[in-house]
C-alpha cells in the first residue's frame, strides 16, 4: 500500500515536471516566433512593432506544420501616416508564420482579391486599427474553422474609416491559407458583416449596407459557401429598415425573418428569429412592417 502512494506521487510528480517542460518549450517558441515578426517587421519598414495578438493555428485547423497568426502595431508617435484631423497612426501589420518564418506581405490578402479596393501606398500597411482577429466556425459542432480578420484603413476626421473583413480556410493540399471571402464597407452607417456560427444559415455571411436613394434603407446580402474556395452571393434584396428607425436590433437581425423568408427558411407564423446578442432591456421580439423589432415590455 506504502508502494503504491510512493508510486502515485512519483507519477504525479513527472506528470506535473512534464506539463511544465512543455509549457516552457511552448513560451519559447511563442518568443522566437514573434521576435522573427518583429525583426521581419523592423527590416521592411524602420520602426519596431509591438505584437499585439499571437494566435497558434496549429491544432485548430489541424496543419501539417505549426502555423500561427501574429499581429503587430508600429507605435503611433513614430508613423508618418496621419488621419483626417493629423493623428499619426501607427500601421497594423498581419504575419502568418510556418514553423518560425514569417510572411507578413501583403500577398497572403491580395491573392485571391486584387481587383478589390485595397490598396498600399508607398510600401506602407493600409491597415491601422485591429477589430478582430479569431477562428470561428462554419460547419456544424464547430467544424469547419476559418481564421476571421476584422482592420480598418484610411480613417477620416468623422471616425470612419473602410473596414475590411477576410476569411481565410487553411488548403491542405496547398499547406497554406488563403482568402475564401473578402469584402469592404465604412462602418458610420450600421453597416455590417456577420459569419453565422448557429441557426439555419450557418456558415454563411450576412452583410448589411445602406442605400444611398430614397427609400433610405439597407441592403441585405448572404453569402453562401459552396466549396472549400467559393463564397458566391446567393441572395440580395432591399429590405425594409429604415435610417435611425429607433429599433435597438442591429440591421441584420432585424430583417432576418425576411432573409430566411427568402431562402425558404421561415413564413409567417413560425417562432421569431433570436438575434445571438439581444440589446439590453429587450423582453419581447414582434414584427412592425416587415421587420423583426425589439420592444421593452
Known amino acids: 500500500m506504502i508502494m503504491k502512494s510512493r508510486q502515485v506521487v512519483i507519477f504525479a510528480a513527472t506528470l506535473i515536471l512534464v506539463t511544465r517542460v512543455a509549457d ?11 521576435q522573427a515578426v518583429i525583426s521581419k517587421l523592423s ?28 499581429v503587430a502595431k ?54 491601422h486599427e485591429l477589430i478582430a482577429s479569431d477562428v470561428v466556425f462554419s460547419g456544424p459542432g464547430r467544424t469547419l474553422p476559418l481564421l476571421k480578420i476584422k482592420s480598418c484603413m484610411n480613417r477620416g476626421a468623422n471616425g470612419n474609416c473602410g473596414v475590411s473583413t477576410f476569411l481565410f480556410a487553411y488548403d491542405r493540399k496547398a499547406e497554406r491559407f488563403r482568402v475564401v471571402f473578402f469584402n469592404m464597407m465604412g462602418r458610420n452607417n450600421n453597416q455590417e458583416t456577420r459569419v453565422v456560427e448557429n441557426g439555419p444559415l450557418l456558415g454563411s455571411v450576412i452583410v448589411a449596407y445602406p442605400t444611398s436613394d430614397a427609400p433610405f434603407t439597407y441592403f441585405v446580402e448572404v453569402y453562401k459557401r459552396t466549396s472549400d474556395s467559393d463564397y458566391p452571393l446567393a441572395l440580395r434584396y432591399r429590405g425594409h429598415t429604415g435610417y435611425g428607425d429607433g429599433n435597438p ?32 432591456g429587450c423582453t419581447r421580439l414582434v414584427m412592425r412592417k416587415g421587420v423583426e423589432w425589439c420592444e421593452p415590455h
Open 74 to 127: 508600429q507605435p503611433d508617435e513614430e508613423s508618418s501616416v496621419t488621419d483626417g484631423v493629423g493623428d499619426r497612426m501607427g500601421a497594423v501589420s498581419f504575419c502568418f508564420v510556418e514553423n518560425d518564418e514569417p510572411d507578413c506581405s501583403e500577398e497572403m490578402f491580395l491573392a485571391k482579391y486584387r481587383e478589390a479596393k485595397v490598396s498600399f501606398v508607398s510600401g506602407e500597411p493600409a491597415f
Open 249 to 280: 436590433l442591429a440591421v441584420i437581425d432585424a430583417e432576418m425573418p425576411e432573409t430566411l423568408r427568402r431562402l425558404g427558411l421561415w413564413k409567417i407564423g413560425d417562432a421569431l428569429p433570436v438575434p445571438p446578442r439581444m440589446p439590453g
Open 43 to 70: 527590416a521592411q519598414f524602420g520602426i519596431k512593432s509591438k505584437v499585439i495578438v499571437h494566435l497558434d493555428l496549429t491544432q485548430t485547423f489541424q496543419t501539417k506544420s505549426r502555423w500561427s497568426l501574429v
Open 24 to 34: 516552457a518549450q511552448t513560451h519559447l517558441d511563442t518568443t522566437r516566433i514573434d
